[in-house]
């Protein structure tokens, strides 16, 4: 682009200066008008900058080597948490709730006093067996006495023979009311041990049914207490999966409660019987690790591992997904690529997804998927030996300054 300047005055120029100065001007304004160009670039420029996306550096553990694993697969079982030894503690004799020393969630050993129930009445009952037993004693002794006077005198001859059986029976009637009444006596004393609701064994009180003032009648149920100790999965499964469950497999579970922590488990025992309504038969799986929930009653949900097969997996914080569609981003010849995937089931095991196609063994994906990737984006690989920048910088300003 040349630039036109206007000619100066003849006057300026009295002996004809200005047709010697036109070459230098000329050369002068071209000059100008290429560094302007350089300065400003077109736009075509800007689109091929921005359509180029910068290499992405990553380090060794941002990428995934996918490699072929074995996977659990078997029917699924729900059910709750319960504990194996549980007591429900009734009332054993009708009385006034007179004391209740537990709450829920207290802590008990074996033989503490949980609940006292009035015992007014079984002591009056129980003083009275006690009573009559020490007159049947008396009874009997005499009669025992009068009989084997009689037998001496019927050896003798003075006295008859009926008197004499007359005398045995009465002795038989006294002794069996002393039996009787040490029946009674016993069963007032216990009675009046009922009326202490003890702890059967070392535990957690579970749920208090009554308060201090409550009329409980036999068989009113007052608390329970369970061993937290004892937890196990009763689960159930489907009738018509029954057939690949047995005694002795792992099973892996989730209990709600506990988000984002597995459970692991053994099958101990299958329920000859189907449930008449649902036809589900329960399971009891027993816990094979450490940590397990102290809450009876929780809802829990998981696999059998009934049969495994080796395929193709991944976890799931690698899957992009949106709707339907699941992909992930894979790295082959240093450029980035998105590869659409078909998923199947989960490892119960593990977690992780089976990938039935998209991926094979070897393939290397990223682990950490972001919004930002482009498809074709070129890749670098970091090495772990090369300089921080800053360090970098700071030993090349250090060699400058020497």
Request: charged share 25%; with cysteine; aromatic share 2%.
């Amino acid at each position: 682009m040349l630039i036109k300047h206007p000619a100066p005055p003849d006057s300026l120029f009295p002996h004809g200066e200005f047709s010697m100065l036109r070459p230098l001007l000329l050369v002068v304004a071209m000059a100008t008008s290429l560094t302007a160009c350089d300065k400003f670039p077109g736009k075509g420029d800007k689109k091929d900058a921005a359509a180029a996306p910068a290499k992405l550096v990553i380090a060794p553990e941002d990428i995934l080597t996918i490699r072929s694993n074995a996977m659990a697969s078997g029917p699924v079982v729900t059910g709750s948490i319960q504990p194996e030894r549980k007591a429900d503690l009734r009332a054993e004799v009708s009385a006034v709730v007179m004391q209740v020393l537990k709450e829920n969630g207290d802590v008990v050993r074996r033989g503490d006093v949980l609940v006292r129930l009035d015992q007014t009445s079984i002591q009056d009952n129980l003083r009275s067996a006690e009573d009559n037993a020490r007159n049947a004693v008396q009874s009997l002794d005499q009669a025992e006495r009068n009989l084997q006077r009689l037998k001496t005198l019927r050896a003798s001859g003075m006295t008859s023979l009926q008197a004499l059986d007359d005398a045995e029976v009465r002795r038989n009637g006294a002794q069996s009311e002393l039996s009787a009444s040490n029946a009674r006596a016993v069963l007032a004393r216990q009675q009046l041990e009922r009326t202490i609701v003890r702890a059967p064994f070392d535990g957690v009180v579970g749920d208090r049914k009554v308060s201090a003032g409550d009329t409980a009648s036999i068989g009113k149920e007052l608390l329970k207490v369970i061993d937290p100790t004892s937890m196990r999965f009763a689960g159930r499964v489907s009738a018509d999966k029954i057939s690949e469950v047995s005694v002795g497999q792992s099973v892996n579970f989730r209990i709600n409660g506990y988000a984002g922590q597995e459970f692991r488990g053994k099958v101990t025992r299958v329920d000859p019987t189907a449930n008449d309504v649902t036809r589900q038969v329960e399971v009891l799986v027993s816990f094979t690790d450490d940590t397990r929930p102290k809450v009876s009653g929780l809802y829990a949900e998981g696999n059998i591992e009934a049969a495994s097969i080796k395929a193709v997996s991944l976890p799931e914080s690698v899957v992009v997904k949106a709707g339907d569609k699941a992909s992930v981003w894979r790295i082959k010849d240093n450029a980035l690529s998105q590869v659409p995937l078909a998923l199947g089931s989960r490892d119960a095991r593990t977690g992780n997804l089976e990938v039935r196609s998209g991926l094979t063994e070897g393939d290397i994906i990223l682990r950490t998927p972001s919004s930002s990737f482009k498809e074709g984006q070129s890749v670098e690989l970091a090495s772990a030996k090369q300089p921080a920048p800053a360090a970098a910088a700071s030993s090349a300003s250090s060699a400058k300054g020497t």
